[in-house]
């Protein structure tokens, strides 16, 4: 189980580093991985030779994490991009000072052309996009792909943003992305972005119906590959009586409902606001519990916060909603039996829910003596994919990053409040991981990822009521699911 959850891990955490950090640092990227693996295979080695009389000083635990985060962070710094240096006189070229006035002003020119996503015979035309009643521009700043529009806003963001936007596309069409967002000194600006899809965008197929139900299929196989496993069929017995995998379809079944009741609210909601997204993809895998979830990819940019509360917090509700009945009926079905040395929450043979107040009211109401210390539950299939549903719904609403508890938080009170309602999470979840070791590898995947997101298209019109107070609700949800169970209710 050690081996499996590793390589998890390892081939997790190597593709949020090739997807968030290999753009911003020339280090190599297998290195950032090695870094932030070792940690795990520090102490899983030390487990497997201390054997269970050996645990893991908490002091030793917490010098392995922070060495290996500061040189994550060190490595990152020091293979940053340098700055743009002046361009050098070629060495074949003649010393004198006639040579050197000719060549470096045509180098300084092609230097300042590709930091300018315009033409300079285009800056009036921009300018004039930008109303005097609407965002008195008083600058614009070129960057590398990108002009940024800096101003005093004189009415709403929303106004602003719907009055700027319709300018530029009239002024240039849909060769830019217009972004408002605030800027490092909390004052709104416009950034506008060259529209990498402007004229390849029809011409991309974003639905592969075939692609979406051929993973569904083996996805389908591969869980109730691991269902029966759970049931206790063997590889062996099974390949000799097929009949025997049906043994693993409410497994499978309940867990790729859940799946799908989430990845489909992602998308419900996407279409809803007009995005451009793919089908849910289900990803299989031949061992441990036979998929690594499902995803959809939004080829959209967000037009807004709104969008982006609404697309982000759908899915983990809709999934929750199936979750808690499924898992509901599956702890009916389940035992309770004796506890033993190996009892935790990630045996599903004998799971012992402390660990989760959610988990624990819902055993207390539903298995009699469930919640005694000496006691463990041995899991119906059906409840170890309500489980399941219930950690995906927990992770997914942790407030960081590319997650979508991240970009909930992020549309509730925007992106600097939301990075720093991250990082106090990471420190909550690494405290929590010292309680419940079995949560170490949950906290390394929440340091790896970046702590912001991308900013919406219209980054400063702000939520409504409604929204907001259904973000604190799915904010309690997640309080409620990771926070263990007071004394006082396992004592009942």
């Known amino acids: 189980m050690t081996f499996w959850l590793l390589l998890l891990l390892g081939l997790i955490t190597y593709t949020i580093l090739q997807r968030s950090v290999s753009r911003i640092t020339r280090t190599p990227v297998w290195l950032l991985w090695l870094v932030m693996m070792t940690p795990a295979l520090v102490l899983s080695a030390w487990a497997a030779i201390a054997g269970d009389d050996g645990s893991v000083p908490a002091f030793v635990a917490i010098a392995i994490f922070a060495i290996c985060f500061s040189l994550y962070l060190w490595l990152l710094y020091w293979g940053r991009p ?77 106004r602003a943003y719907q009055t700027i936007r319709r300018n530029v596309e009239q002024q240039f069409g849909d060769r830019f992305l217009v972004v ?94 007009r995005l451009k997204t793919t089908l849910p993809y289900f990803i299989p895998v031949p061992f441990f519990l036979g998929t690594f979830g499902a995803f959809v990819q939004i080829r959209s940019p967000m037009p807004h916060r709104k969008a982006l509360f609404d697309v982000s917090v759908t899915g983990p509700l809709v999934g929750f909603l199936l979750t808690l009945p499924l898992l509901w009926w599956g702890l009916a079905h389940s035992e309770v039996v004796p506890a033993s040395e190996q009892s935790g ?100 995947l929440l340091f790896l990822m970046p702590l912001r997101d991308e900013p919406a298209l219209n980054d400063l019109t702000e939520l409504d009521n409604a929204r907001d107070f259904l973000g604190l609700v799915c904010l309690f949800l997640l309080a409620v699911v990771i926070l263990p169970a007071p004394r006082m209710l396992l004592g009942g």
């Open 82 to 158: 340098k700055p743009n240096s002046p361009p050098a006189t070629p060495s074949n070229s003649s010393n004198s000072p006639t040579a050197t006035a000719v060549s470096e002003p045509s180098e300084r020119q092609s230097l300042v052309s590709k930091l300018r996503p315009i033409a300079p015979a285009e800056e009036s035309r921009l300018r004039n996009c930008f109303n005097w009643s609407v965002f008195a521009l008083q600058n614009l700043e070129y960057l590398p792909q990108a002009v940024v529009c800096r101003g005093q806003l004189r009415t709403n963001p929303d």
């Open 180 to 273: 408002l967002q605030e800027g490092p000194n909390r004052k709104p600006l416009f950034v506008l972005a060259p529209n990498p899809k402007a004229k390849t965008a029809s011409l991309e197929p974003i639905r592969r119906p075939g692609l979406a139900w051929a993973l569904w299929v083996v996805t389908l196989f591969t869980t109730t590959v691991a269902g029966a496993q759970f049931m206790g069929v063997a590889t062996e017995t099974w390949q000799s009586e097929p009949n025997l995998l049906l043994r693993g379809l409410p497994y499978s079944l309940s867990l790729l409902a859940i799946l799908a009741f989430h990845e489909g609210g992602h998308f419900l909601a996407a279409r809803w606001h």
């Open 345 to 444: 929450l990630l045996n599903f043979d004998e799971l012992q829910p402390s660990f989760s107040l959610l988990l624990s009211l819902i055993c207390k109401a539903v298995l009699e003596g469930s919640l005694d210390p000496q006691k463990a539950i041995d899991l119906h299939p059906v409840a170890i994919s309500g489980y399941l549903g219930l950690i995906l719904t927990a992770f997914n609403l942790m407030p960081i990053g590319q997650l979508d508890g991240g970009h909930m938080v992020h549309a509730m009170f925007g992106r600097r409040t939301a990075s720093a309602i991250g990082q106090v999470t990471r420190l909550l979840m690494l405290m929590l991981a010292l309680i419940h070791p079995e949560l170490f590898l949950w906290t390394l």
